[in-house]
């Protein structure tokens, strides 16, 4: 009967852990063009955001740097088939909270 036991709750876990696998892949893939799980609704409004060329043009940095402030968490790019898109008031929030270094990197 303990064995039983044993084997419901490792059961009960692994069942546990696949749903929590599922939950996180669903919001990972929420604007995969590859899964089947994406819908119109799902996509980005193209209107508020811009693009990776367009946030390095405002910032006034070049892609060396864009993607270093990527690695380092100061940008987090949404990205959708691949391109890198931000919303435009995020941006402008950054741009406005933020001062710059001449050298490429942010300031508190």
Same mark, same amino acid.
């Given at each position: 009967?303990?064995?039983?036991?044993?084997?419901?709750? $490792? /059961?009960?876990?692994?069942?546990?852990?696949?749903?929590? #696998?599922?939950?996180? +892949? @669903?919001?990972?893939?929420? =604007?995969?063009?590859?899964?089947?799980? /994406?819908?119109?609704?799902? @996509?980005?409004?193209?209107?508020?955001? +811009?693009?990776?060329?367009? /946030?390095?043009?405002? =910032? $006034?940095?070049?892609?060396?740097?864009?993607?270093?402030?990527?690695?380092?968490?100061? +940008?987090?790019?949404?990205?959708?088939?691949?391109?890198?898109?931000?919303?435009?008031?995020? #941006?402008?929030?950054?741009?406005? $909270?933020?001062?710059?270094?001449?050298? $490429?990197?942010?300031?508190?």
């Amino acid at each position: 009967m303990e064995q039983l036991d044993r084997i419901d709750r $490792g /059961v009960r876990a692994v069942l546990d852990l696949s749903q929590q #696998i599922k939950q996180t +892949l @669903e919001q990972q893939c929420r =604007f995969c063009p590859h899964c089947p799980s /994406v819908t119109r609704e799902d @996509e980005p409004e193209m209107d508020n955001l +811009l693009t990776a060329k367009e /946030v390095q043009d405002m =910032f $006034g940095i070049v892609h060396s740097t864009y993607y270093r402030w990527i690695a380092k968490g100061w +940008l987090i790019p949404m990205i959708v088939g691949g391109k890198h898109y931000y919303d435009a008031e995020e #941006i402008q929030r950054l741009l406005k $909270g933020r001062k710059y270094r001449a050298r $490429g990197g942010m300031e508190g």
